[in-house]
């Protein structure tokens, strides 16, 4: 099982600053197979990030994902209030099929 | 645009059988591949498994001994059955879409989400 590990756990940043996400893996992963979501109390996750570097549909090109093998970046260069929430990467391709990262809560400083 | 609605009992006895459907709208359910996910409360994702329109599935090991996912093309519809629950299978249960391209794979469409809570 490949597991995903995010980091930092949290961060706290004020709208307009960047915030860099980090998601490693304990193997290497197929950057085909590398995505982020973003989700806000209450509701479902978004699909941000597939590819690990392709925007999907209507997603702001504030936010831009990087990296390959094991090491993966989302960047959102500016933060907008609604930006705030928690972001997950995922795998796919190792059994099981799919598995999340913990997750990092990006809050309002 | 595509939407998806899940639907089932909120409370399940433990030791009972879960079922959940998921009702596609405004698209074919094929050719994709049709997913469940859960989140217990105030934790992270986790996959539980697919059903491709054509039937074939794929589960989640840790849950492939009690899962059962199949699928209505008739009703673009697709259902969870879960037996044997517990207490840990008490979540929030999404289905979801995966796009499978030459450019990757991901969850591109979401349920709104149904909770599950398993007690007697």
């Known amino acids: 099982e490949i597991v995903l590990t995010q980091s930092p756990g949290s961060l706290s940043l004020s709208p307009g600053e960047r915030a860099t996400l980090s998601c490693r893996a304990s193997?290497?992963?197929?950057?085909?197979?590398l995505a982020w979501y973003q989700q806000k109390p209450g509701q479902a996750p978004r699909l941000l990030i597939y590819?690990?570097?392709s925007r999907a549909t209507g997603i702001p090109d504030r936010f831009s994902g990087s990296g390959s093998g094991t090491d993966f970046t989302l960047t959102i260069s500016r933060l907008e209030p609604e930006d705030f929430a928690v972001y997950y990467c995922?795998?796919?391709?190792?059994?099981?099929?799919?598995?999340f990262g913990p997750g990092t809560k990006v809050d309002i400083k | 645009q595509v939407q998806l609605q899940e639907s089932g009992p909120g409370l399940v006895k433990p030791s009972e059988t879960l079922s959940l459907t998921c009702t596609v709208s405004?698209?074919?359910?094929?050719?994709?591949?049709w997913n469940w996910i859960r989140q217990p409360p105030g934790k992270g994702l986790e996959w539980v498994g697919y059903i491709y329109y054509s039937g074939s599935t794929n589960y989640n090991p840790s849950l492939e001994s009690r899962l059962t996912i199949s699928v209505d093309t008739s009703k673009n519809q697709f259902s969870l059955k879960l037996s044997s629950v517990t207490a840990a299978d008490t979540a929030m249960y999404y289905c979801a879409r995966l796009v499978v391209t030459a450019t990757g794979g991901a969850f591109d469409i979401w349920g709104q989400g149904t909770m599950v809570s398993v007690s007697s």
């Open positions: 193997q290497t992963v197929s950057s085909s197979y």
């Open positions: 995922q795998q796919y391709g190792s059994s099981p099929l799919f598995t």
């Open positions: 405004g698209g074919s359910i094929s050719p994709y591949y």
């Open positions: 590819g690990a570097s």
